[in-house]
């Protein structure tokens, strides 16, 4: 069965121009609490939210949707997605929703359920799920004594501060560190600060004002310009920029230049590896990591293990594998041993960890190995997929002979936004422009030919 709402990432889209409604979300809200409804127990859901201006809006129609259904609602309010991932589990709660559309502008929203376990739902979970909202079972509901109750955690930020602030070295201090921090005007908006602050940084914050509209707007870590200007203004020693749900993050360096996340993922592998803190060799990340990254893992005796794009196949992955760490290029970064999703903040902190030991700059400490280029491009769709057509699969298959094995092609549709992205990764820079242009114009050509 084909997932309709479901996604790579949880549920995903426009709001009010698209699926995504207050009625989407209070079916949501029915289907997943009668599928996490087990057992005689009381049953409980936690939901946190980004800034957005929906959030009130959705929040309100899957709190209606889960106490229909007999679940308590504890609402944590703005929190990041790791944290509602964490708090999941702590709490002993059946199930887990975040709202976000993380690095999508405020008009998009969506939903990111987690287990009990603190996991991402499962495949078959979510089809569960699905297949309810369609049914005629749906609006089945039990008597009116088992209505669930909802109300407010006021003090579900400082868990998770105090959470995020165990995997930091009990020996460090930040103190001597000059931190730009910008929180994309996001979930992240009040926690971020407040923990680097509190492990003694000096903290400069930007995109920290949010009016449920500004979320990641010119700001976060897909608009880094301002957190860059700043960082060389105020000579700070290192620049964060979280997204919208402070799953992920980016890294500028003293000299306002961006760190490829296949770097900072590298860096924190490399010092778990010296300090024995790896399960195994089996070292996981996405199509998307760089042949660079593969070899210089090689070359330290780690295995590099690819999987789909997403952080929820990392964490697949990482389990099948007894892993503990996972990473995208993107910023998505995975470590078992302090939570169970991506954690943008944590990342920064064993980021921050490794400046404090070794006391250079950041931009010596991640010249780790130089990176294969890469010519990305990214090409708007509308309605159907343009990698079903056989003259753009022609095209791909000849540029991968053209290439052989100097490098390798990743042509993908996005599992967030409409849009098909292109890699083309090869020594030969000429090479992988070239091959990136003409599979991009078969696409482009056959846009234009159905519109």
Known sequence: MIKKFFGTDGIRGTVNESFLTA???????????????????????VIGKDTR???????????????SVGMDV??????????????????RADLGVMITA????????????????GYKLSDENELEIEK??????????????????AKRIDDAQARYIEYAKRSFPKDKTLENIKIVLDCANGASYKVAPETFWELGANVIVIGNQPNGKNINFNCGSTSTDNLKAKVIKENADIGIALDGDADRIVIIDEKGDEIDGNLLFALIVKNMKEKELLNNKSIISTIMANMALEKYLSEINLDLIRTSVGDRYLVECMRENNSNI???PSGHIVMSNFGKTGDGLIAALQILSIMCSDQRPISEIVNLFKLYPQKNITIPINGEDPLTDKNVQNIIKEQENIL???????????GTEPIVRIMVECLEVELANKAANQIGDSIKSLINKKN
């Open 132 to 149: 309810l909202i369609l049914s005629d079972d749906l609006l089945k509901f039990p008597k009116s004594k088992y209505i669930g109750k």
């Open 404 to 414: 052989g094995g100097s490098g390798r092609i990743i042509v993908r549709k996005s």
């Open 326 to 328: 996972g990473g995208e």
């Open 102 to 117: 993380s690095h999508n502008t405020y008009e998009d929203n969506g939903f990111k359920l987690f287990g009990p376990d």
């Open 53 to 67: 201006v929906s959030g009130y809006m959705l929040e309100t129609a899957l709190t209606s949707g889960f106490t």
């Open 23 to 45: 009625e989407t979300a209070l079916k949501l809200g029915i289907a997943a609490g009668k599928v996490f409804t087990r057992g005689p127990h009381i049953h409980r859901v």
């Open 74 to 91: 504890f609402l944590f309010g703005p929190l990041p997605t790791p944290a509602v991932a964490y708090l999941t589990q702590a709490l």
